[in-house]
């Protein structure tokens, strides 16, 4: 979430833990997000109504499939709410049934209909099959002009805000490149719950559902994690929890997303606890605790070692003692013979 999305949500009292925002320069920000200087745009007000115009788009493919096998992603964007949503593909041949799920969906949520599908001239909202439904639904579909991709503007612009905060979410968190798809799930589930500027800084889950939204249970993406195991899953001396690393949150229901990279496995839990301080790159770093000093009893101690105080007075004062050991006996036997001999001459 950017700077500016964190001092507006503080200002309106949605992050009571923060005392204050002050962010420092992020590398990683720059080496995700980093473009050329944009020119002048006149800005386009929301329509009016839920539905009545959806935006779309499609990215891929990634270089690297994800954990799931997926190599695109397509977004549909609600005009008047600006909430997105995200469906990962193995082929552009799925947007077809990635568009009828999300259509149900929605509509059932809403109690309203799809009037307007706006996107590119992609082959995969070329499909007769696409448009035939379509024209069955009464959804008026929209196309750019062939070569002019900021027709598509909005689509385009949200499918570059995702990957470039996944990017630099992954990169700070120092996951593998096959976590780009929880990346970018992860940024979407914060852009609907982060001010928009199209929205006057209106929060876009808000819009959509007209509830408050909380913010309570996020955690840094990527931070270590250790979810509790049931006694069902161990037995009376197994650890009562497992380390693993967090990669999303939970959509429909409270809970999140955690990889387990010993089990190689992902896990959806909602008994938690998070080390936020601590990334997946530095999990198996070690930090030294010093060493607590020994203590000892007389009864501790073998018939061939002695107890000593440190100083004069710390017999008295109950401070621990040091361990000493004792000259052998026959090396005392040598030295006073020496110390005799000497004094003889």
Known sequence: MSSQGLKCLHSKGKLPDLKSVEVDFCESCVLGKQK???FKKTGRVPVKEKLELVHTDVWGPASVSSTGGKQYFVTFIDDHSRKVWVYFLKHKSEVFDAFKRWKARVENETGLRIKKLHSDNGGEYEDSEF????????????RTVPGTPQQNGIAER??????ERARSMRLHS?????????????AAYLINRGPSKPLDLAIPEEIWTGKEVKLSHLKVFGCVSYVHIGDHARNKLDAKSVKCTLVGYGEDEFGYKLWDDQNRKMIRSRDVVFNERVMYKDRNTQVSEPEEPE???????SENRVLEPVNQNDEEQGVPLQVIDPIPYRDIQATQAESTVRRST
Do not use: H
């Not at 203590?295 to 101690?301: E, L, M, R, S």
């Open 36 to 38: 050329r200087v944009s």
């Open 131 to 142: 448009k035939r439904f379509c024209y069955l639904s009464g959804i008026k579909l929209s």
């Open 158 to 163: 949200m499918n570059r805000t995702l990957t």
């Open 174 to 186: 120092g996951l593998p490149k096959q976590f780009w798809a929880e990346a970018v799930n992860t």
């Open 295 to 301: 203590y000892f009893g007389p009864n501790d101690v």
